[in-house]
């Protein structure tokens, strides 16, 4: 029995621009020993949420995605695209992919993983039952918590866009900089950490996103048996722009519609949308 994307119509690597949290894009950039610069490229938002950050002191927020490879055709692939004879290919990157990627098509519905509504699978591609083995909802719950680790990190680097002394310093590098050195610091926090504790921790912590505040800026006593992870990812923002430090309570809280699976993952753009654009 072959998988749904055996025989892939390839739409989804090609048309789409797959946008990635923090935690992607340091993932690959340290497994493969890329510079971001390298295979991302920086768009604005279609769909504001707790994820765009800012460049200047304007109110344009941004999104990071992978980059498109060259190619002669209005759908250009994903960058880590690997083509072969025949018009077949597969990802390069399979087992880094980002979790946008390791979720599709599947988005949570009542705690329950189902098959999203706007996908570009085709219709007889998954069938009933597909989202049922527990891979689906782990991957799921462990990404909600990657977008609201990534949405603290971004509230942290936009404060410091707002009240930097400098702002003609600011820029992409800069952001690219500043995420790459906060997950490198975090990575000791996971570490500490067994797969299936931080599994376990994802549950209560991705229940709370998905009512709407964030275990990183309110008190939730359901995740005090993790609270040095808490208190740990906090120190790390902290730590980062001392002189424009805010404080606790300026923290972004993302709305419930804006921690959704359900949209601004994977953003079908035009050739001209998805290009040089840093």
Avoid at 118 to 143: K, M, N, Q, T
Avoid at 232 to 252: H, K, T, V, Y
């Amino acid at each position: 029995m072959t998988g749904p994307c055996a025989t892939c119509t390839r739409r989804c690597c090609f048309e789409y621009a797959v946008t990635v949290v923090g935690y992607d894009a340091w993932t690959i950039a340290q497994r493969l020993q890329l510079a971001p610069e390298q295979f991302l490229v920086t768009i604005p938002q279609r769909t504001l949420n707790s994820r765009g950050f800012l460049l200047d002191k304007s109110e344009k927020t941004f999104d990071i995605a992978l980059d498109k490879a060259p190619a002669d055709t209005e759908a250009r692939p994903c960058i880590f695209w690997l083509g072969f004879s025949g018009g077949i290919g597969r990802c390069g990157i399979y087992p880094l992919r980002p979790f946008a990627c390791q979720v599709y098509p599947a988005h949570l519905n009542g705690g329950k993983p189902v098959r999203r509504d706007d996908v570009l699978c085709p219709e007889d591609a998954w069938r009933e039952g597909s989202f049922e083995p527990p891979i689906w909802r782990e991957r799921l719950l462990r990404a909600q918590v990657e977008f609201d680790i990534y949405g603290f990190a971004v509230a942290r680097w936009n404060h410091h866009v707002l009240h930097a002394s400098a702002p003609h310093l600011i820029g992409v590098p800069g952001f690219y900089a500043y995420l790459m050195n906060f997950y490198s610091r975090l990575e000791p926090i996971r570490t500490s950490f067994y797969a299936i504790e931080w599994m376990k921790m994802c549950e209560p912590w991705a229940a709370c996103c998905m009512q709407g505040y964030s275990p990183l800026v309110t008190r939730v006593p359901e995740m005090d048996d993790w609270s040095e992870v808490i208190d740990g990812i906090r120190m790390i923002a902290n730590g980062f722009f001392p002189s424009d430090l805010a404080p606790q309570s300026e923290a972004r809280i993302p709305e419930p519609n804006e921690m959704s699976l359900t949209e601004g993952e994977k953003t079908p753009l035009s050739r001209d949308q998805v290009g040089d654009e840093r």
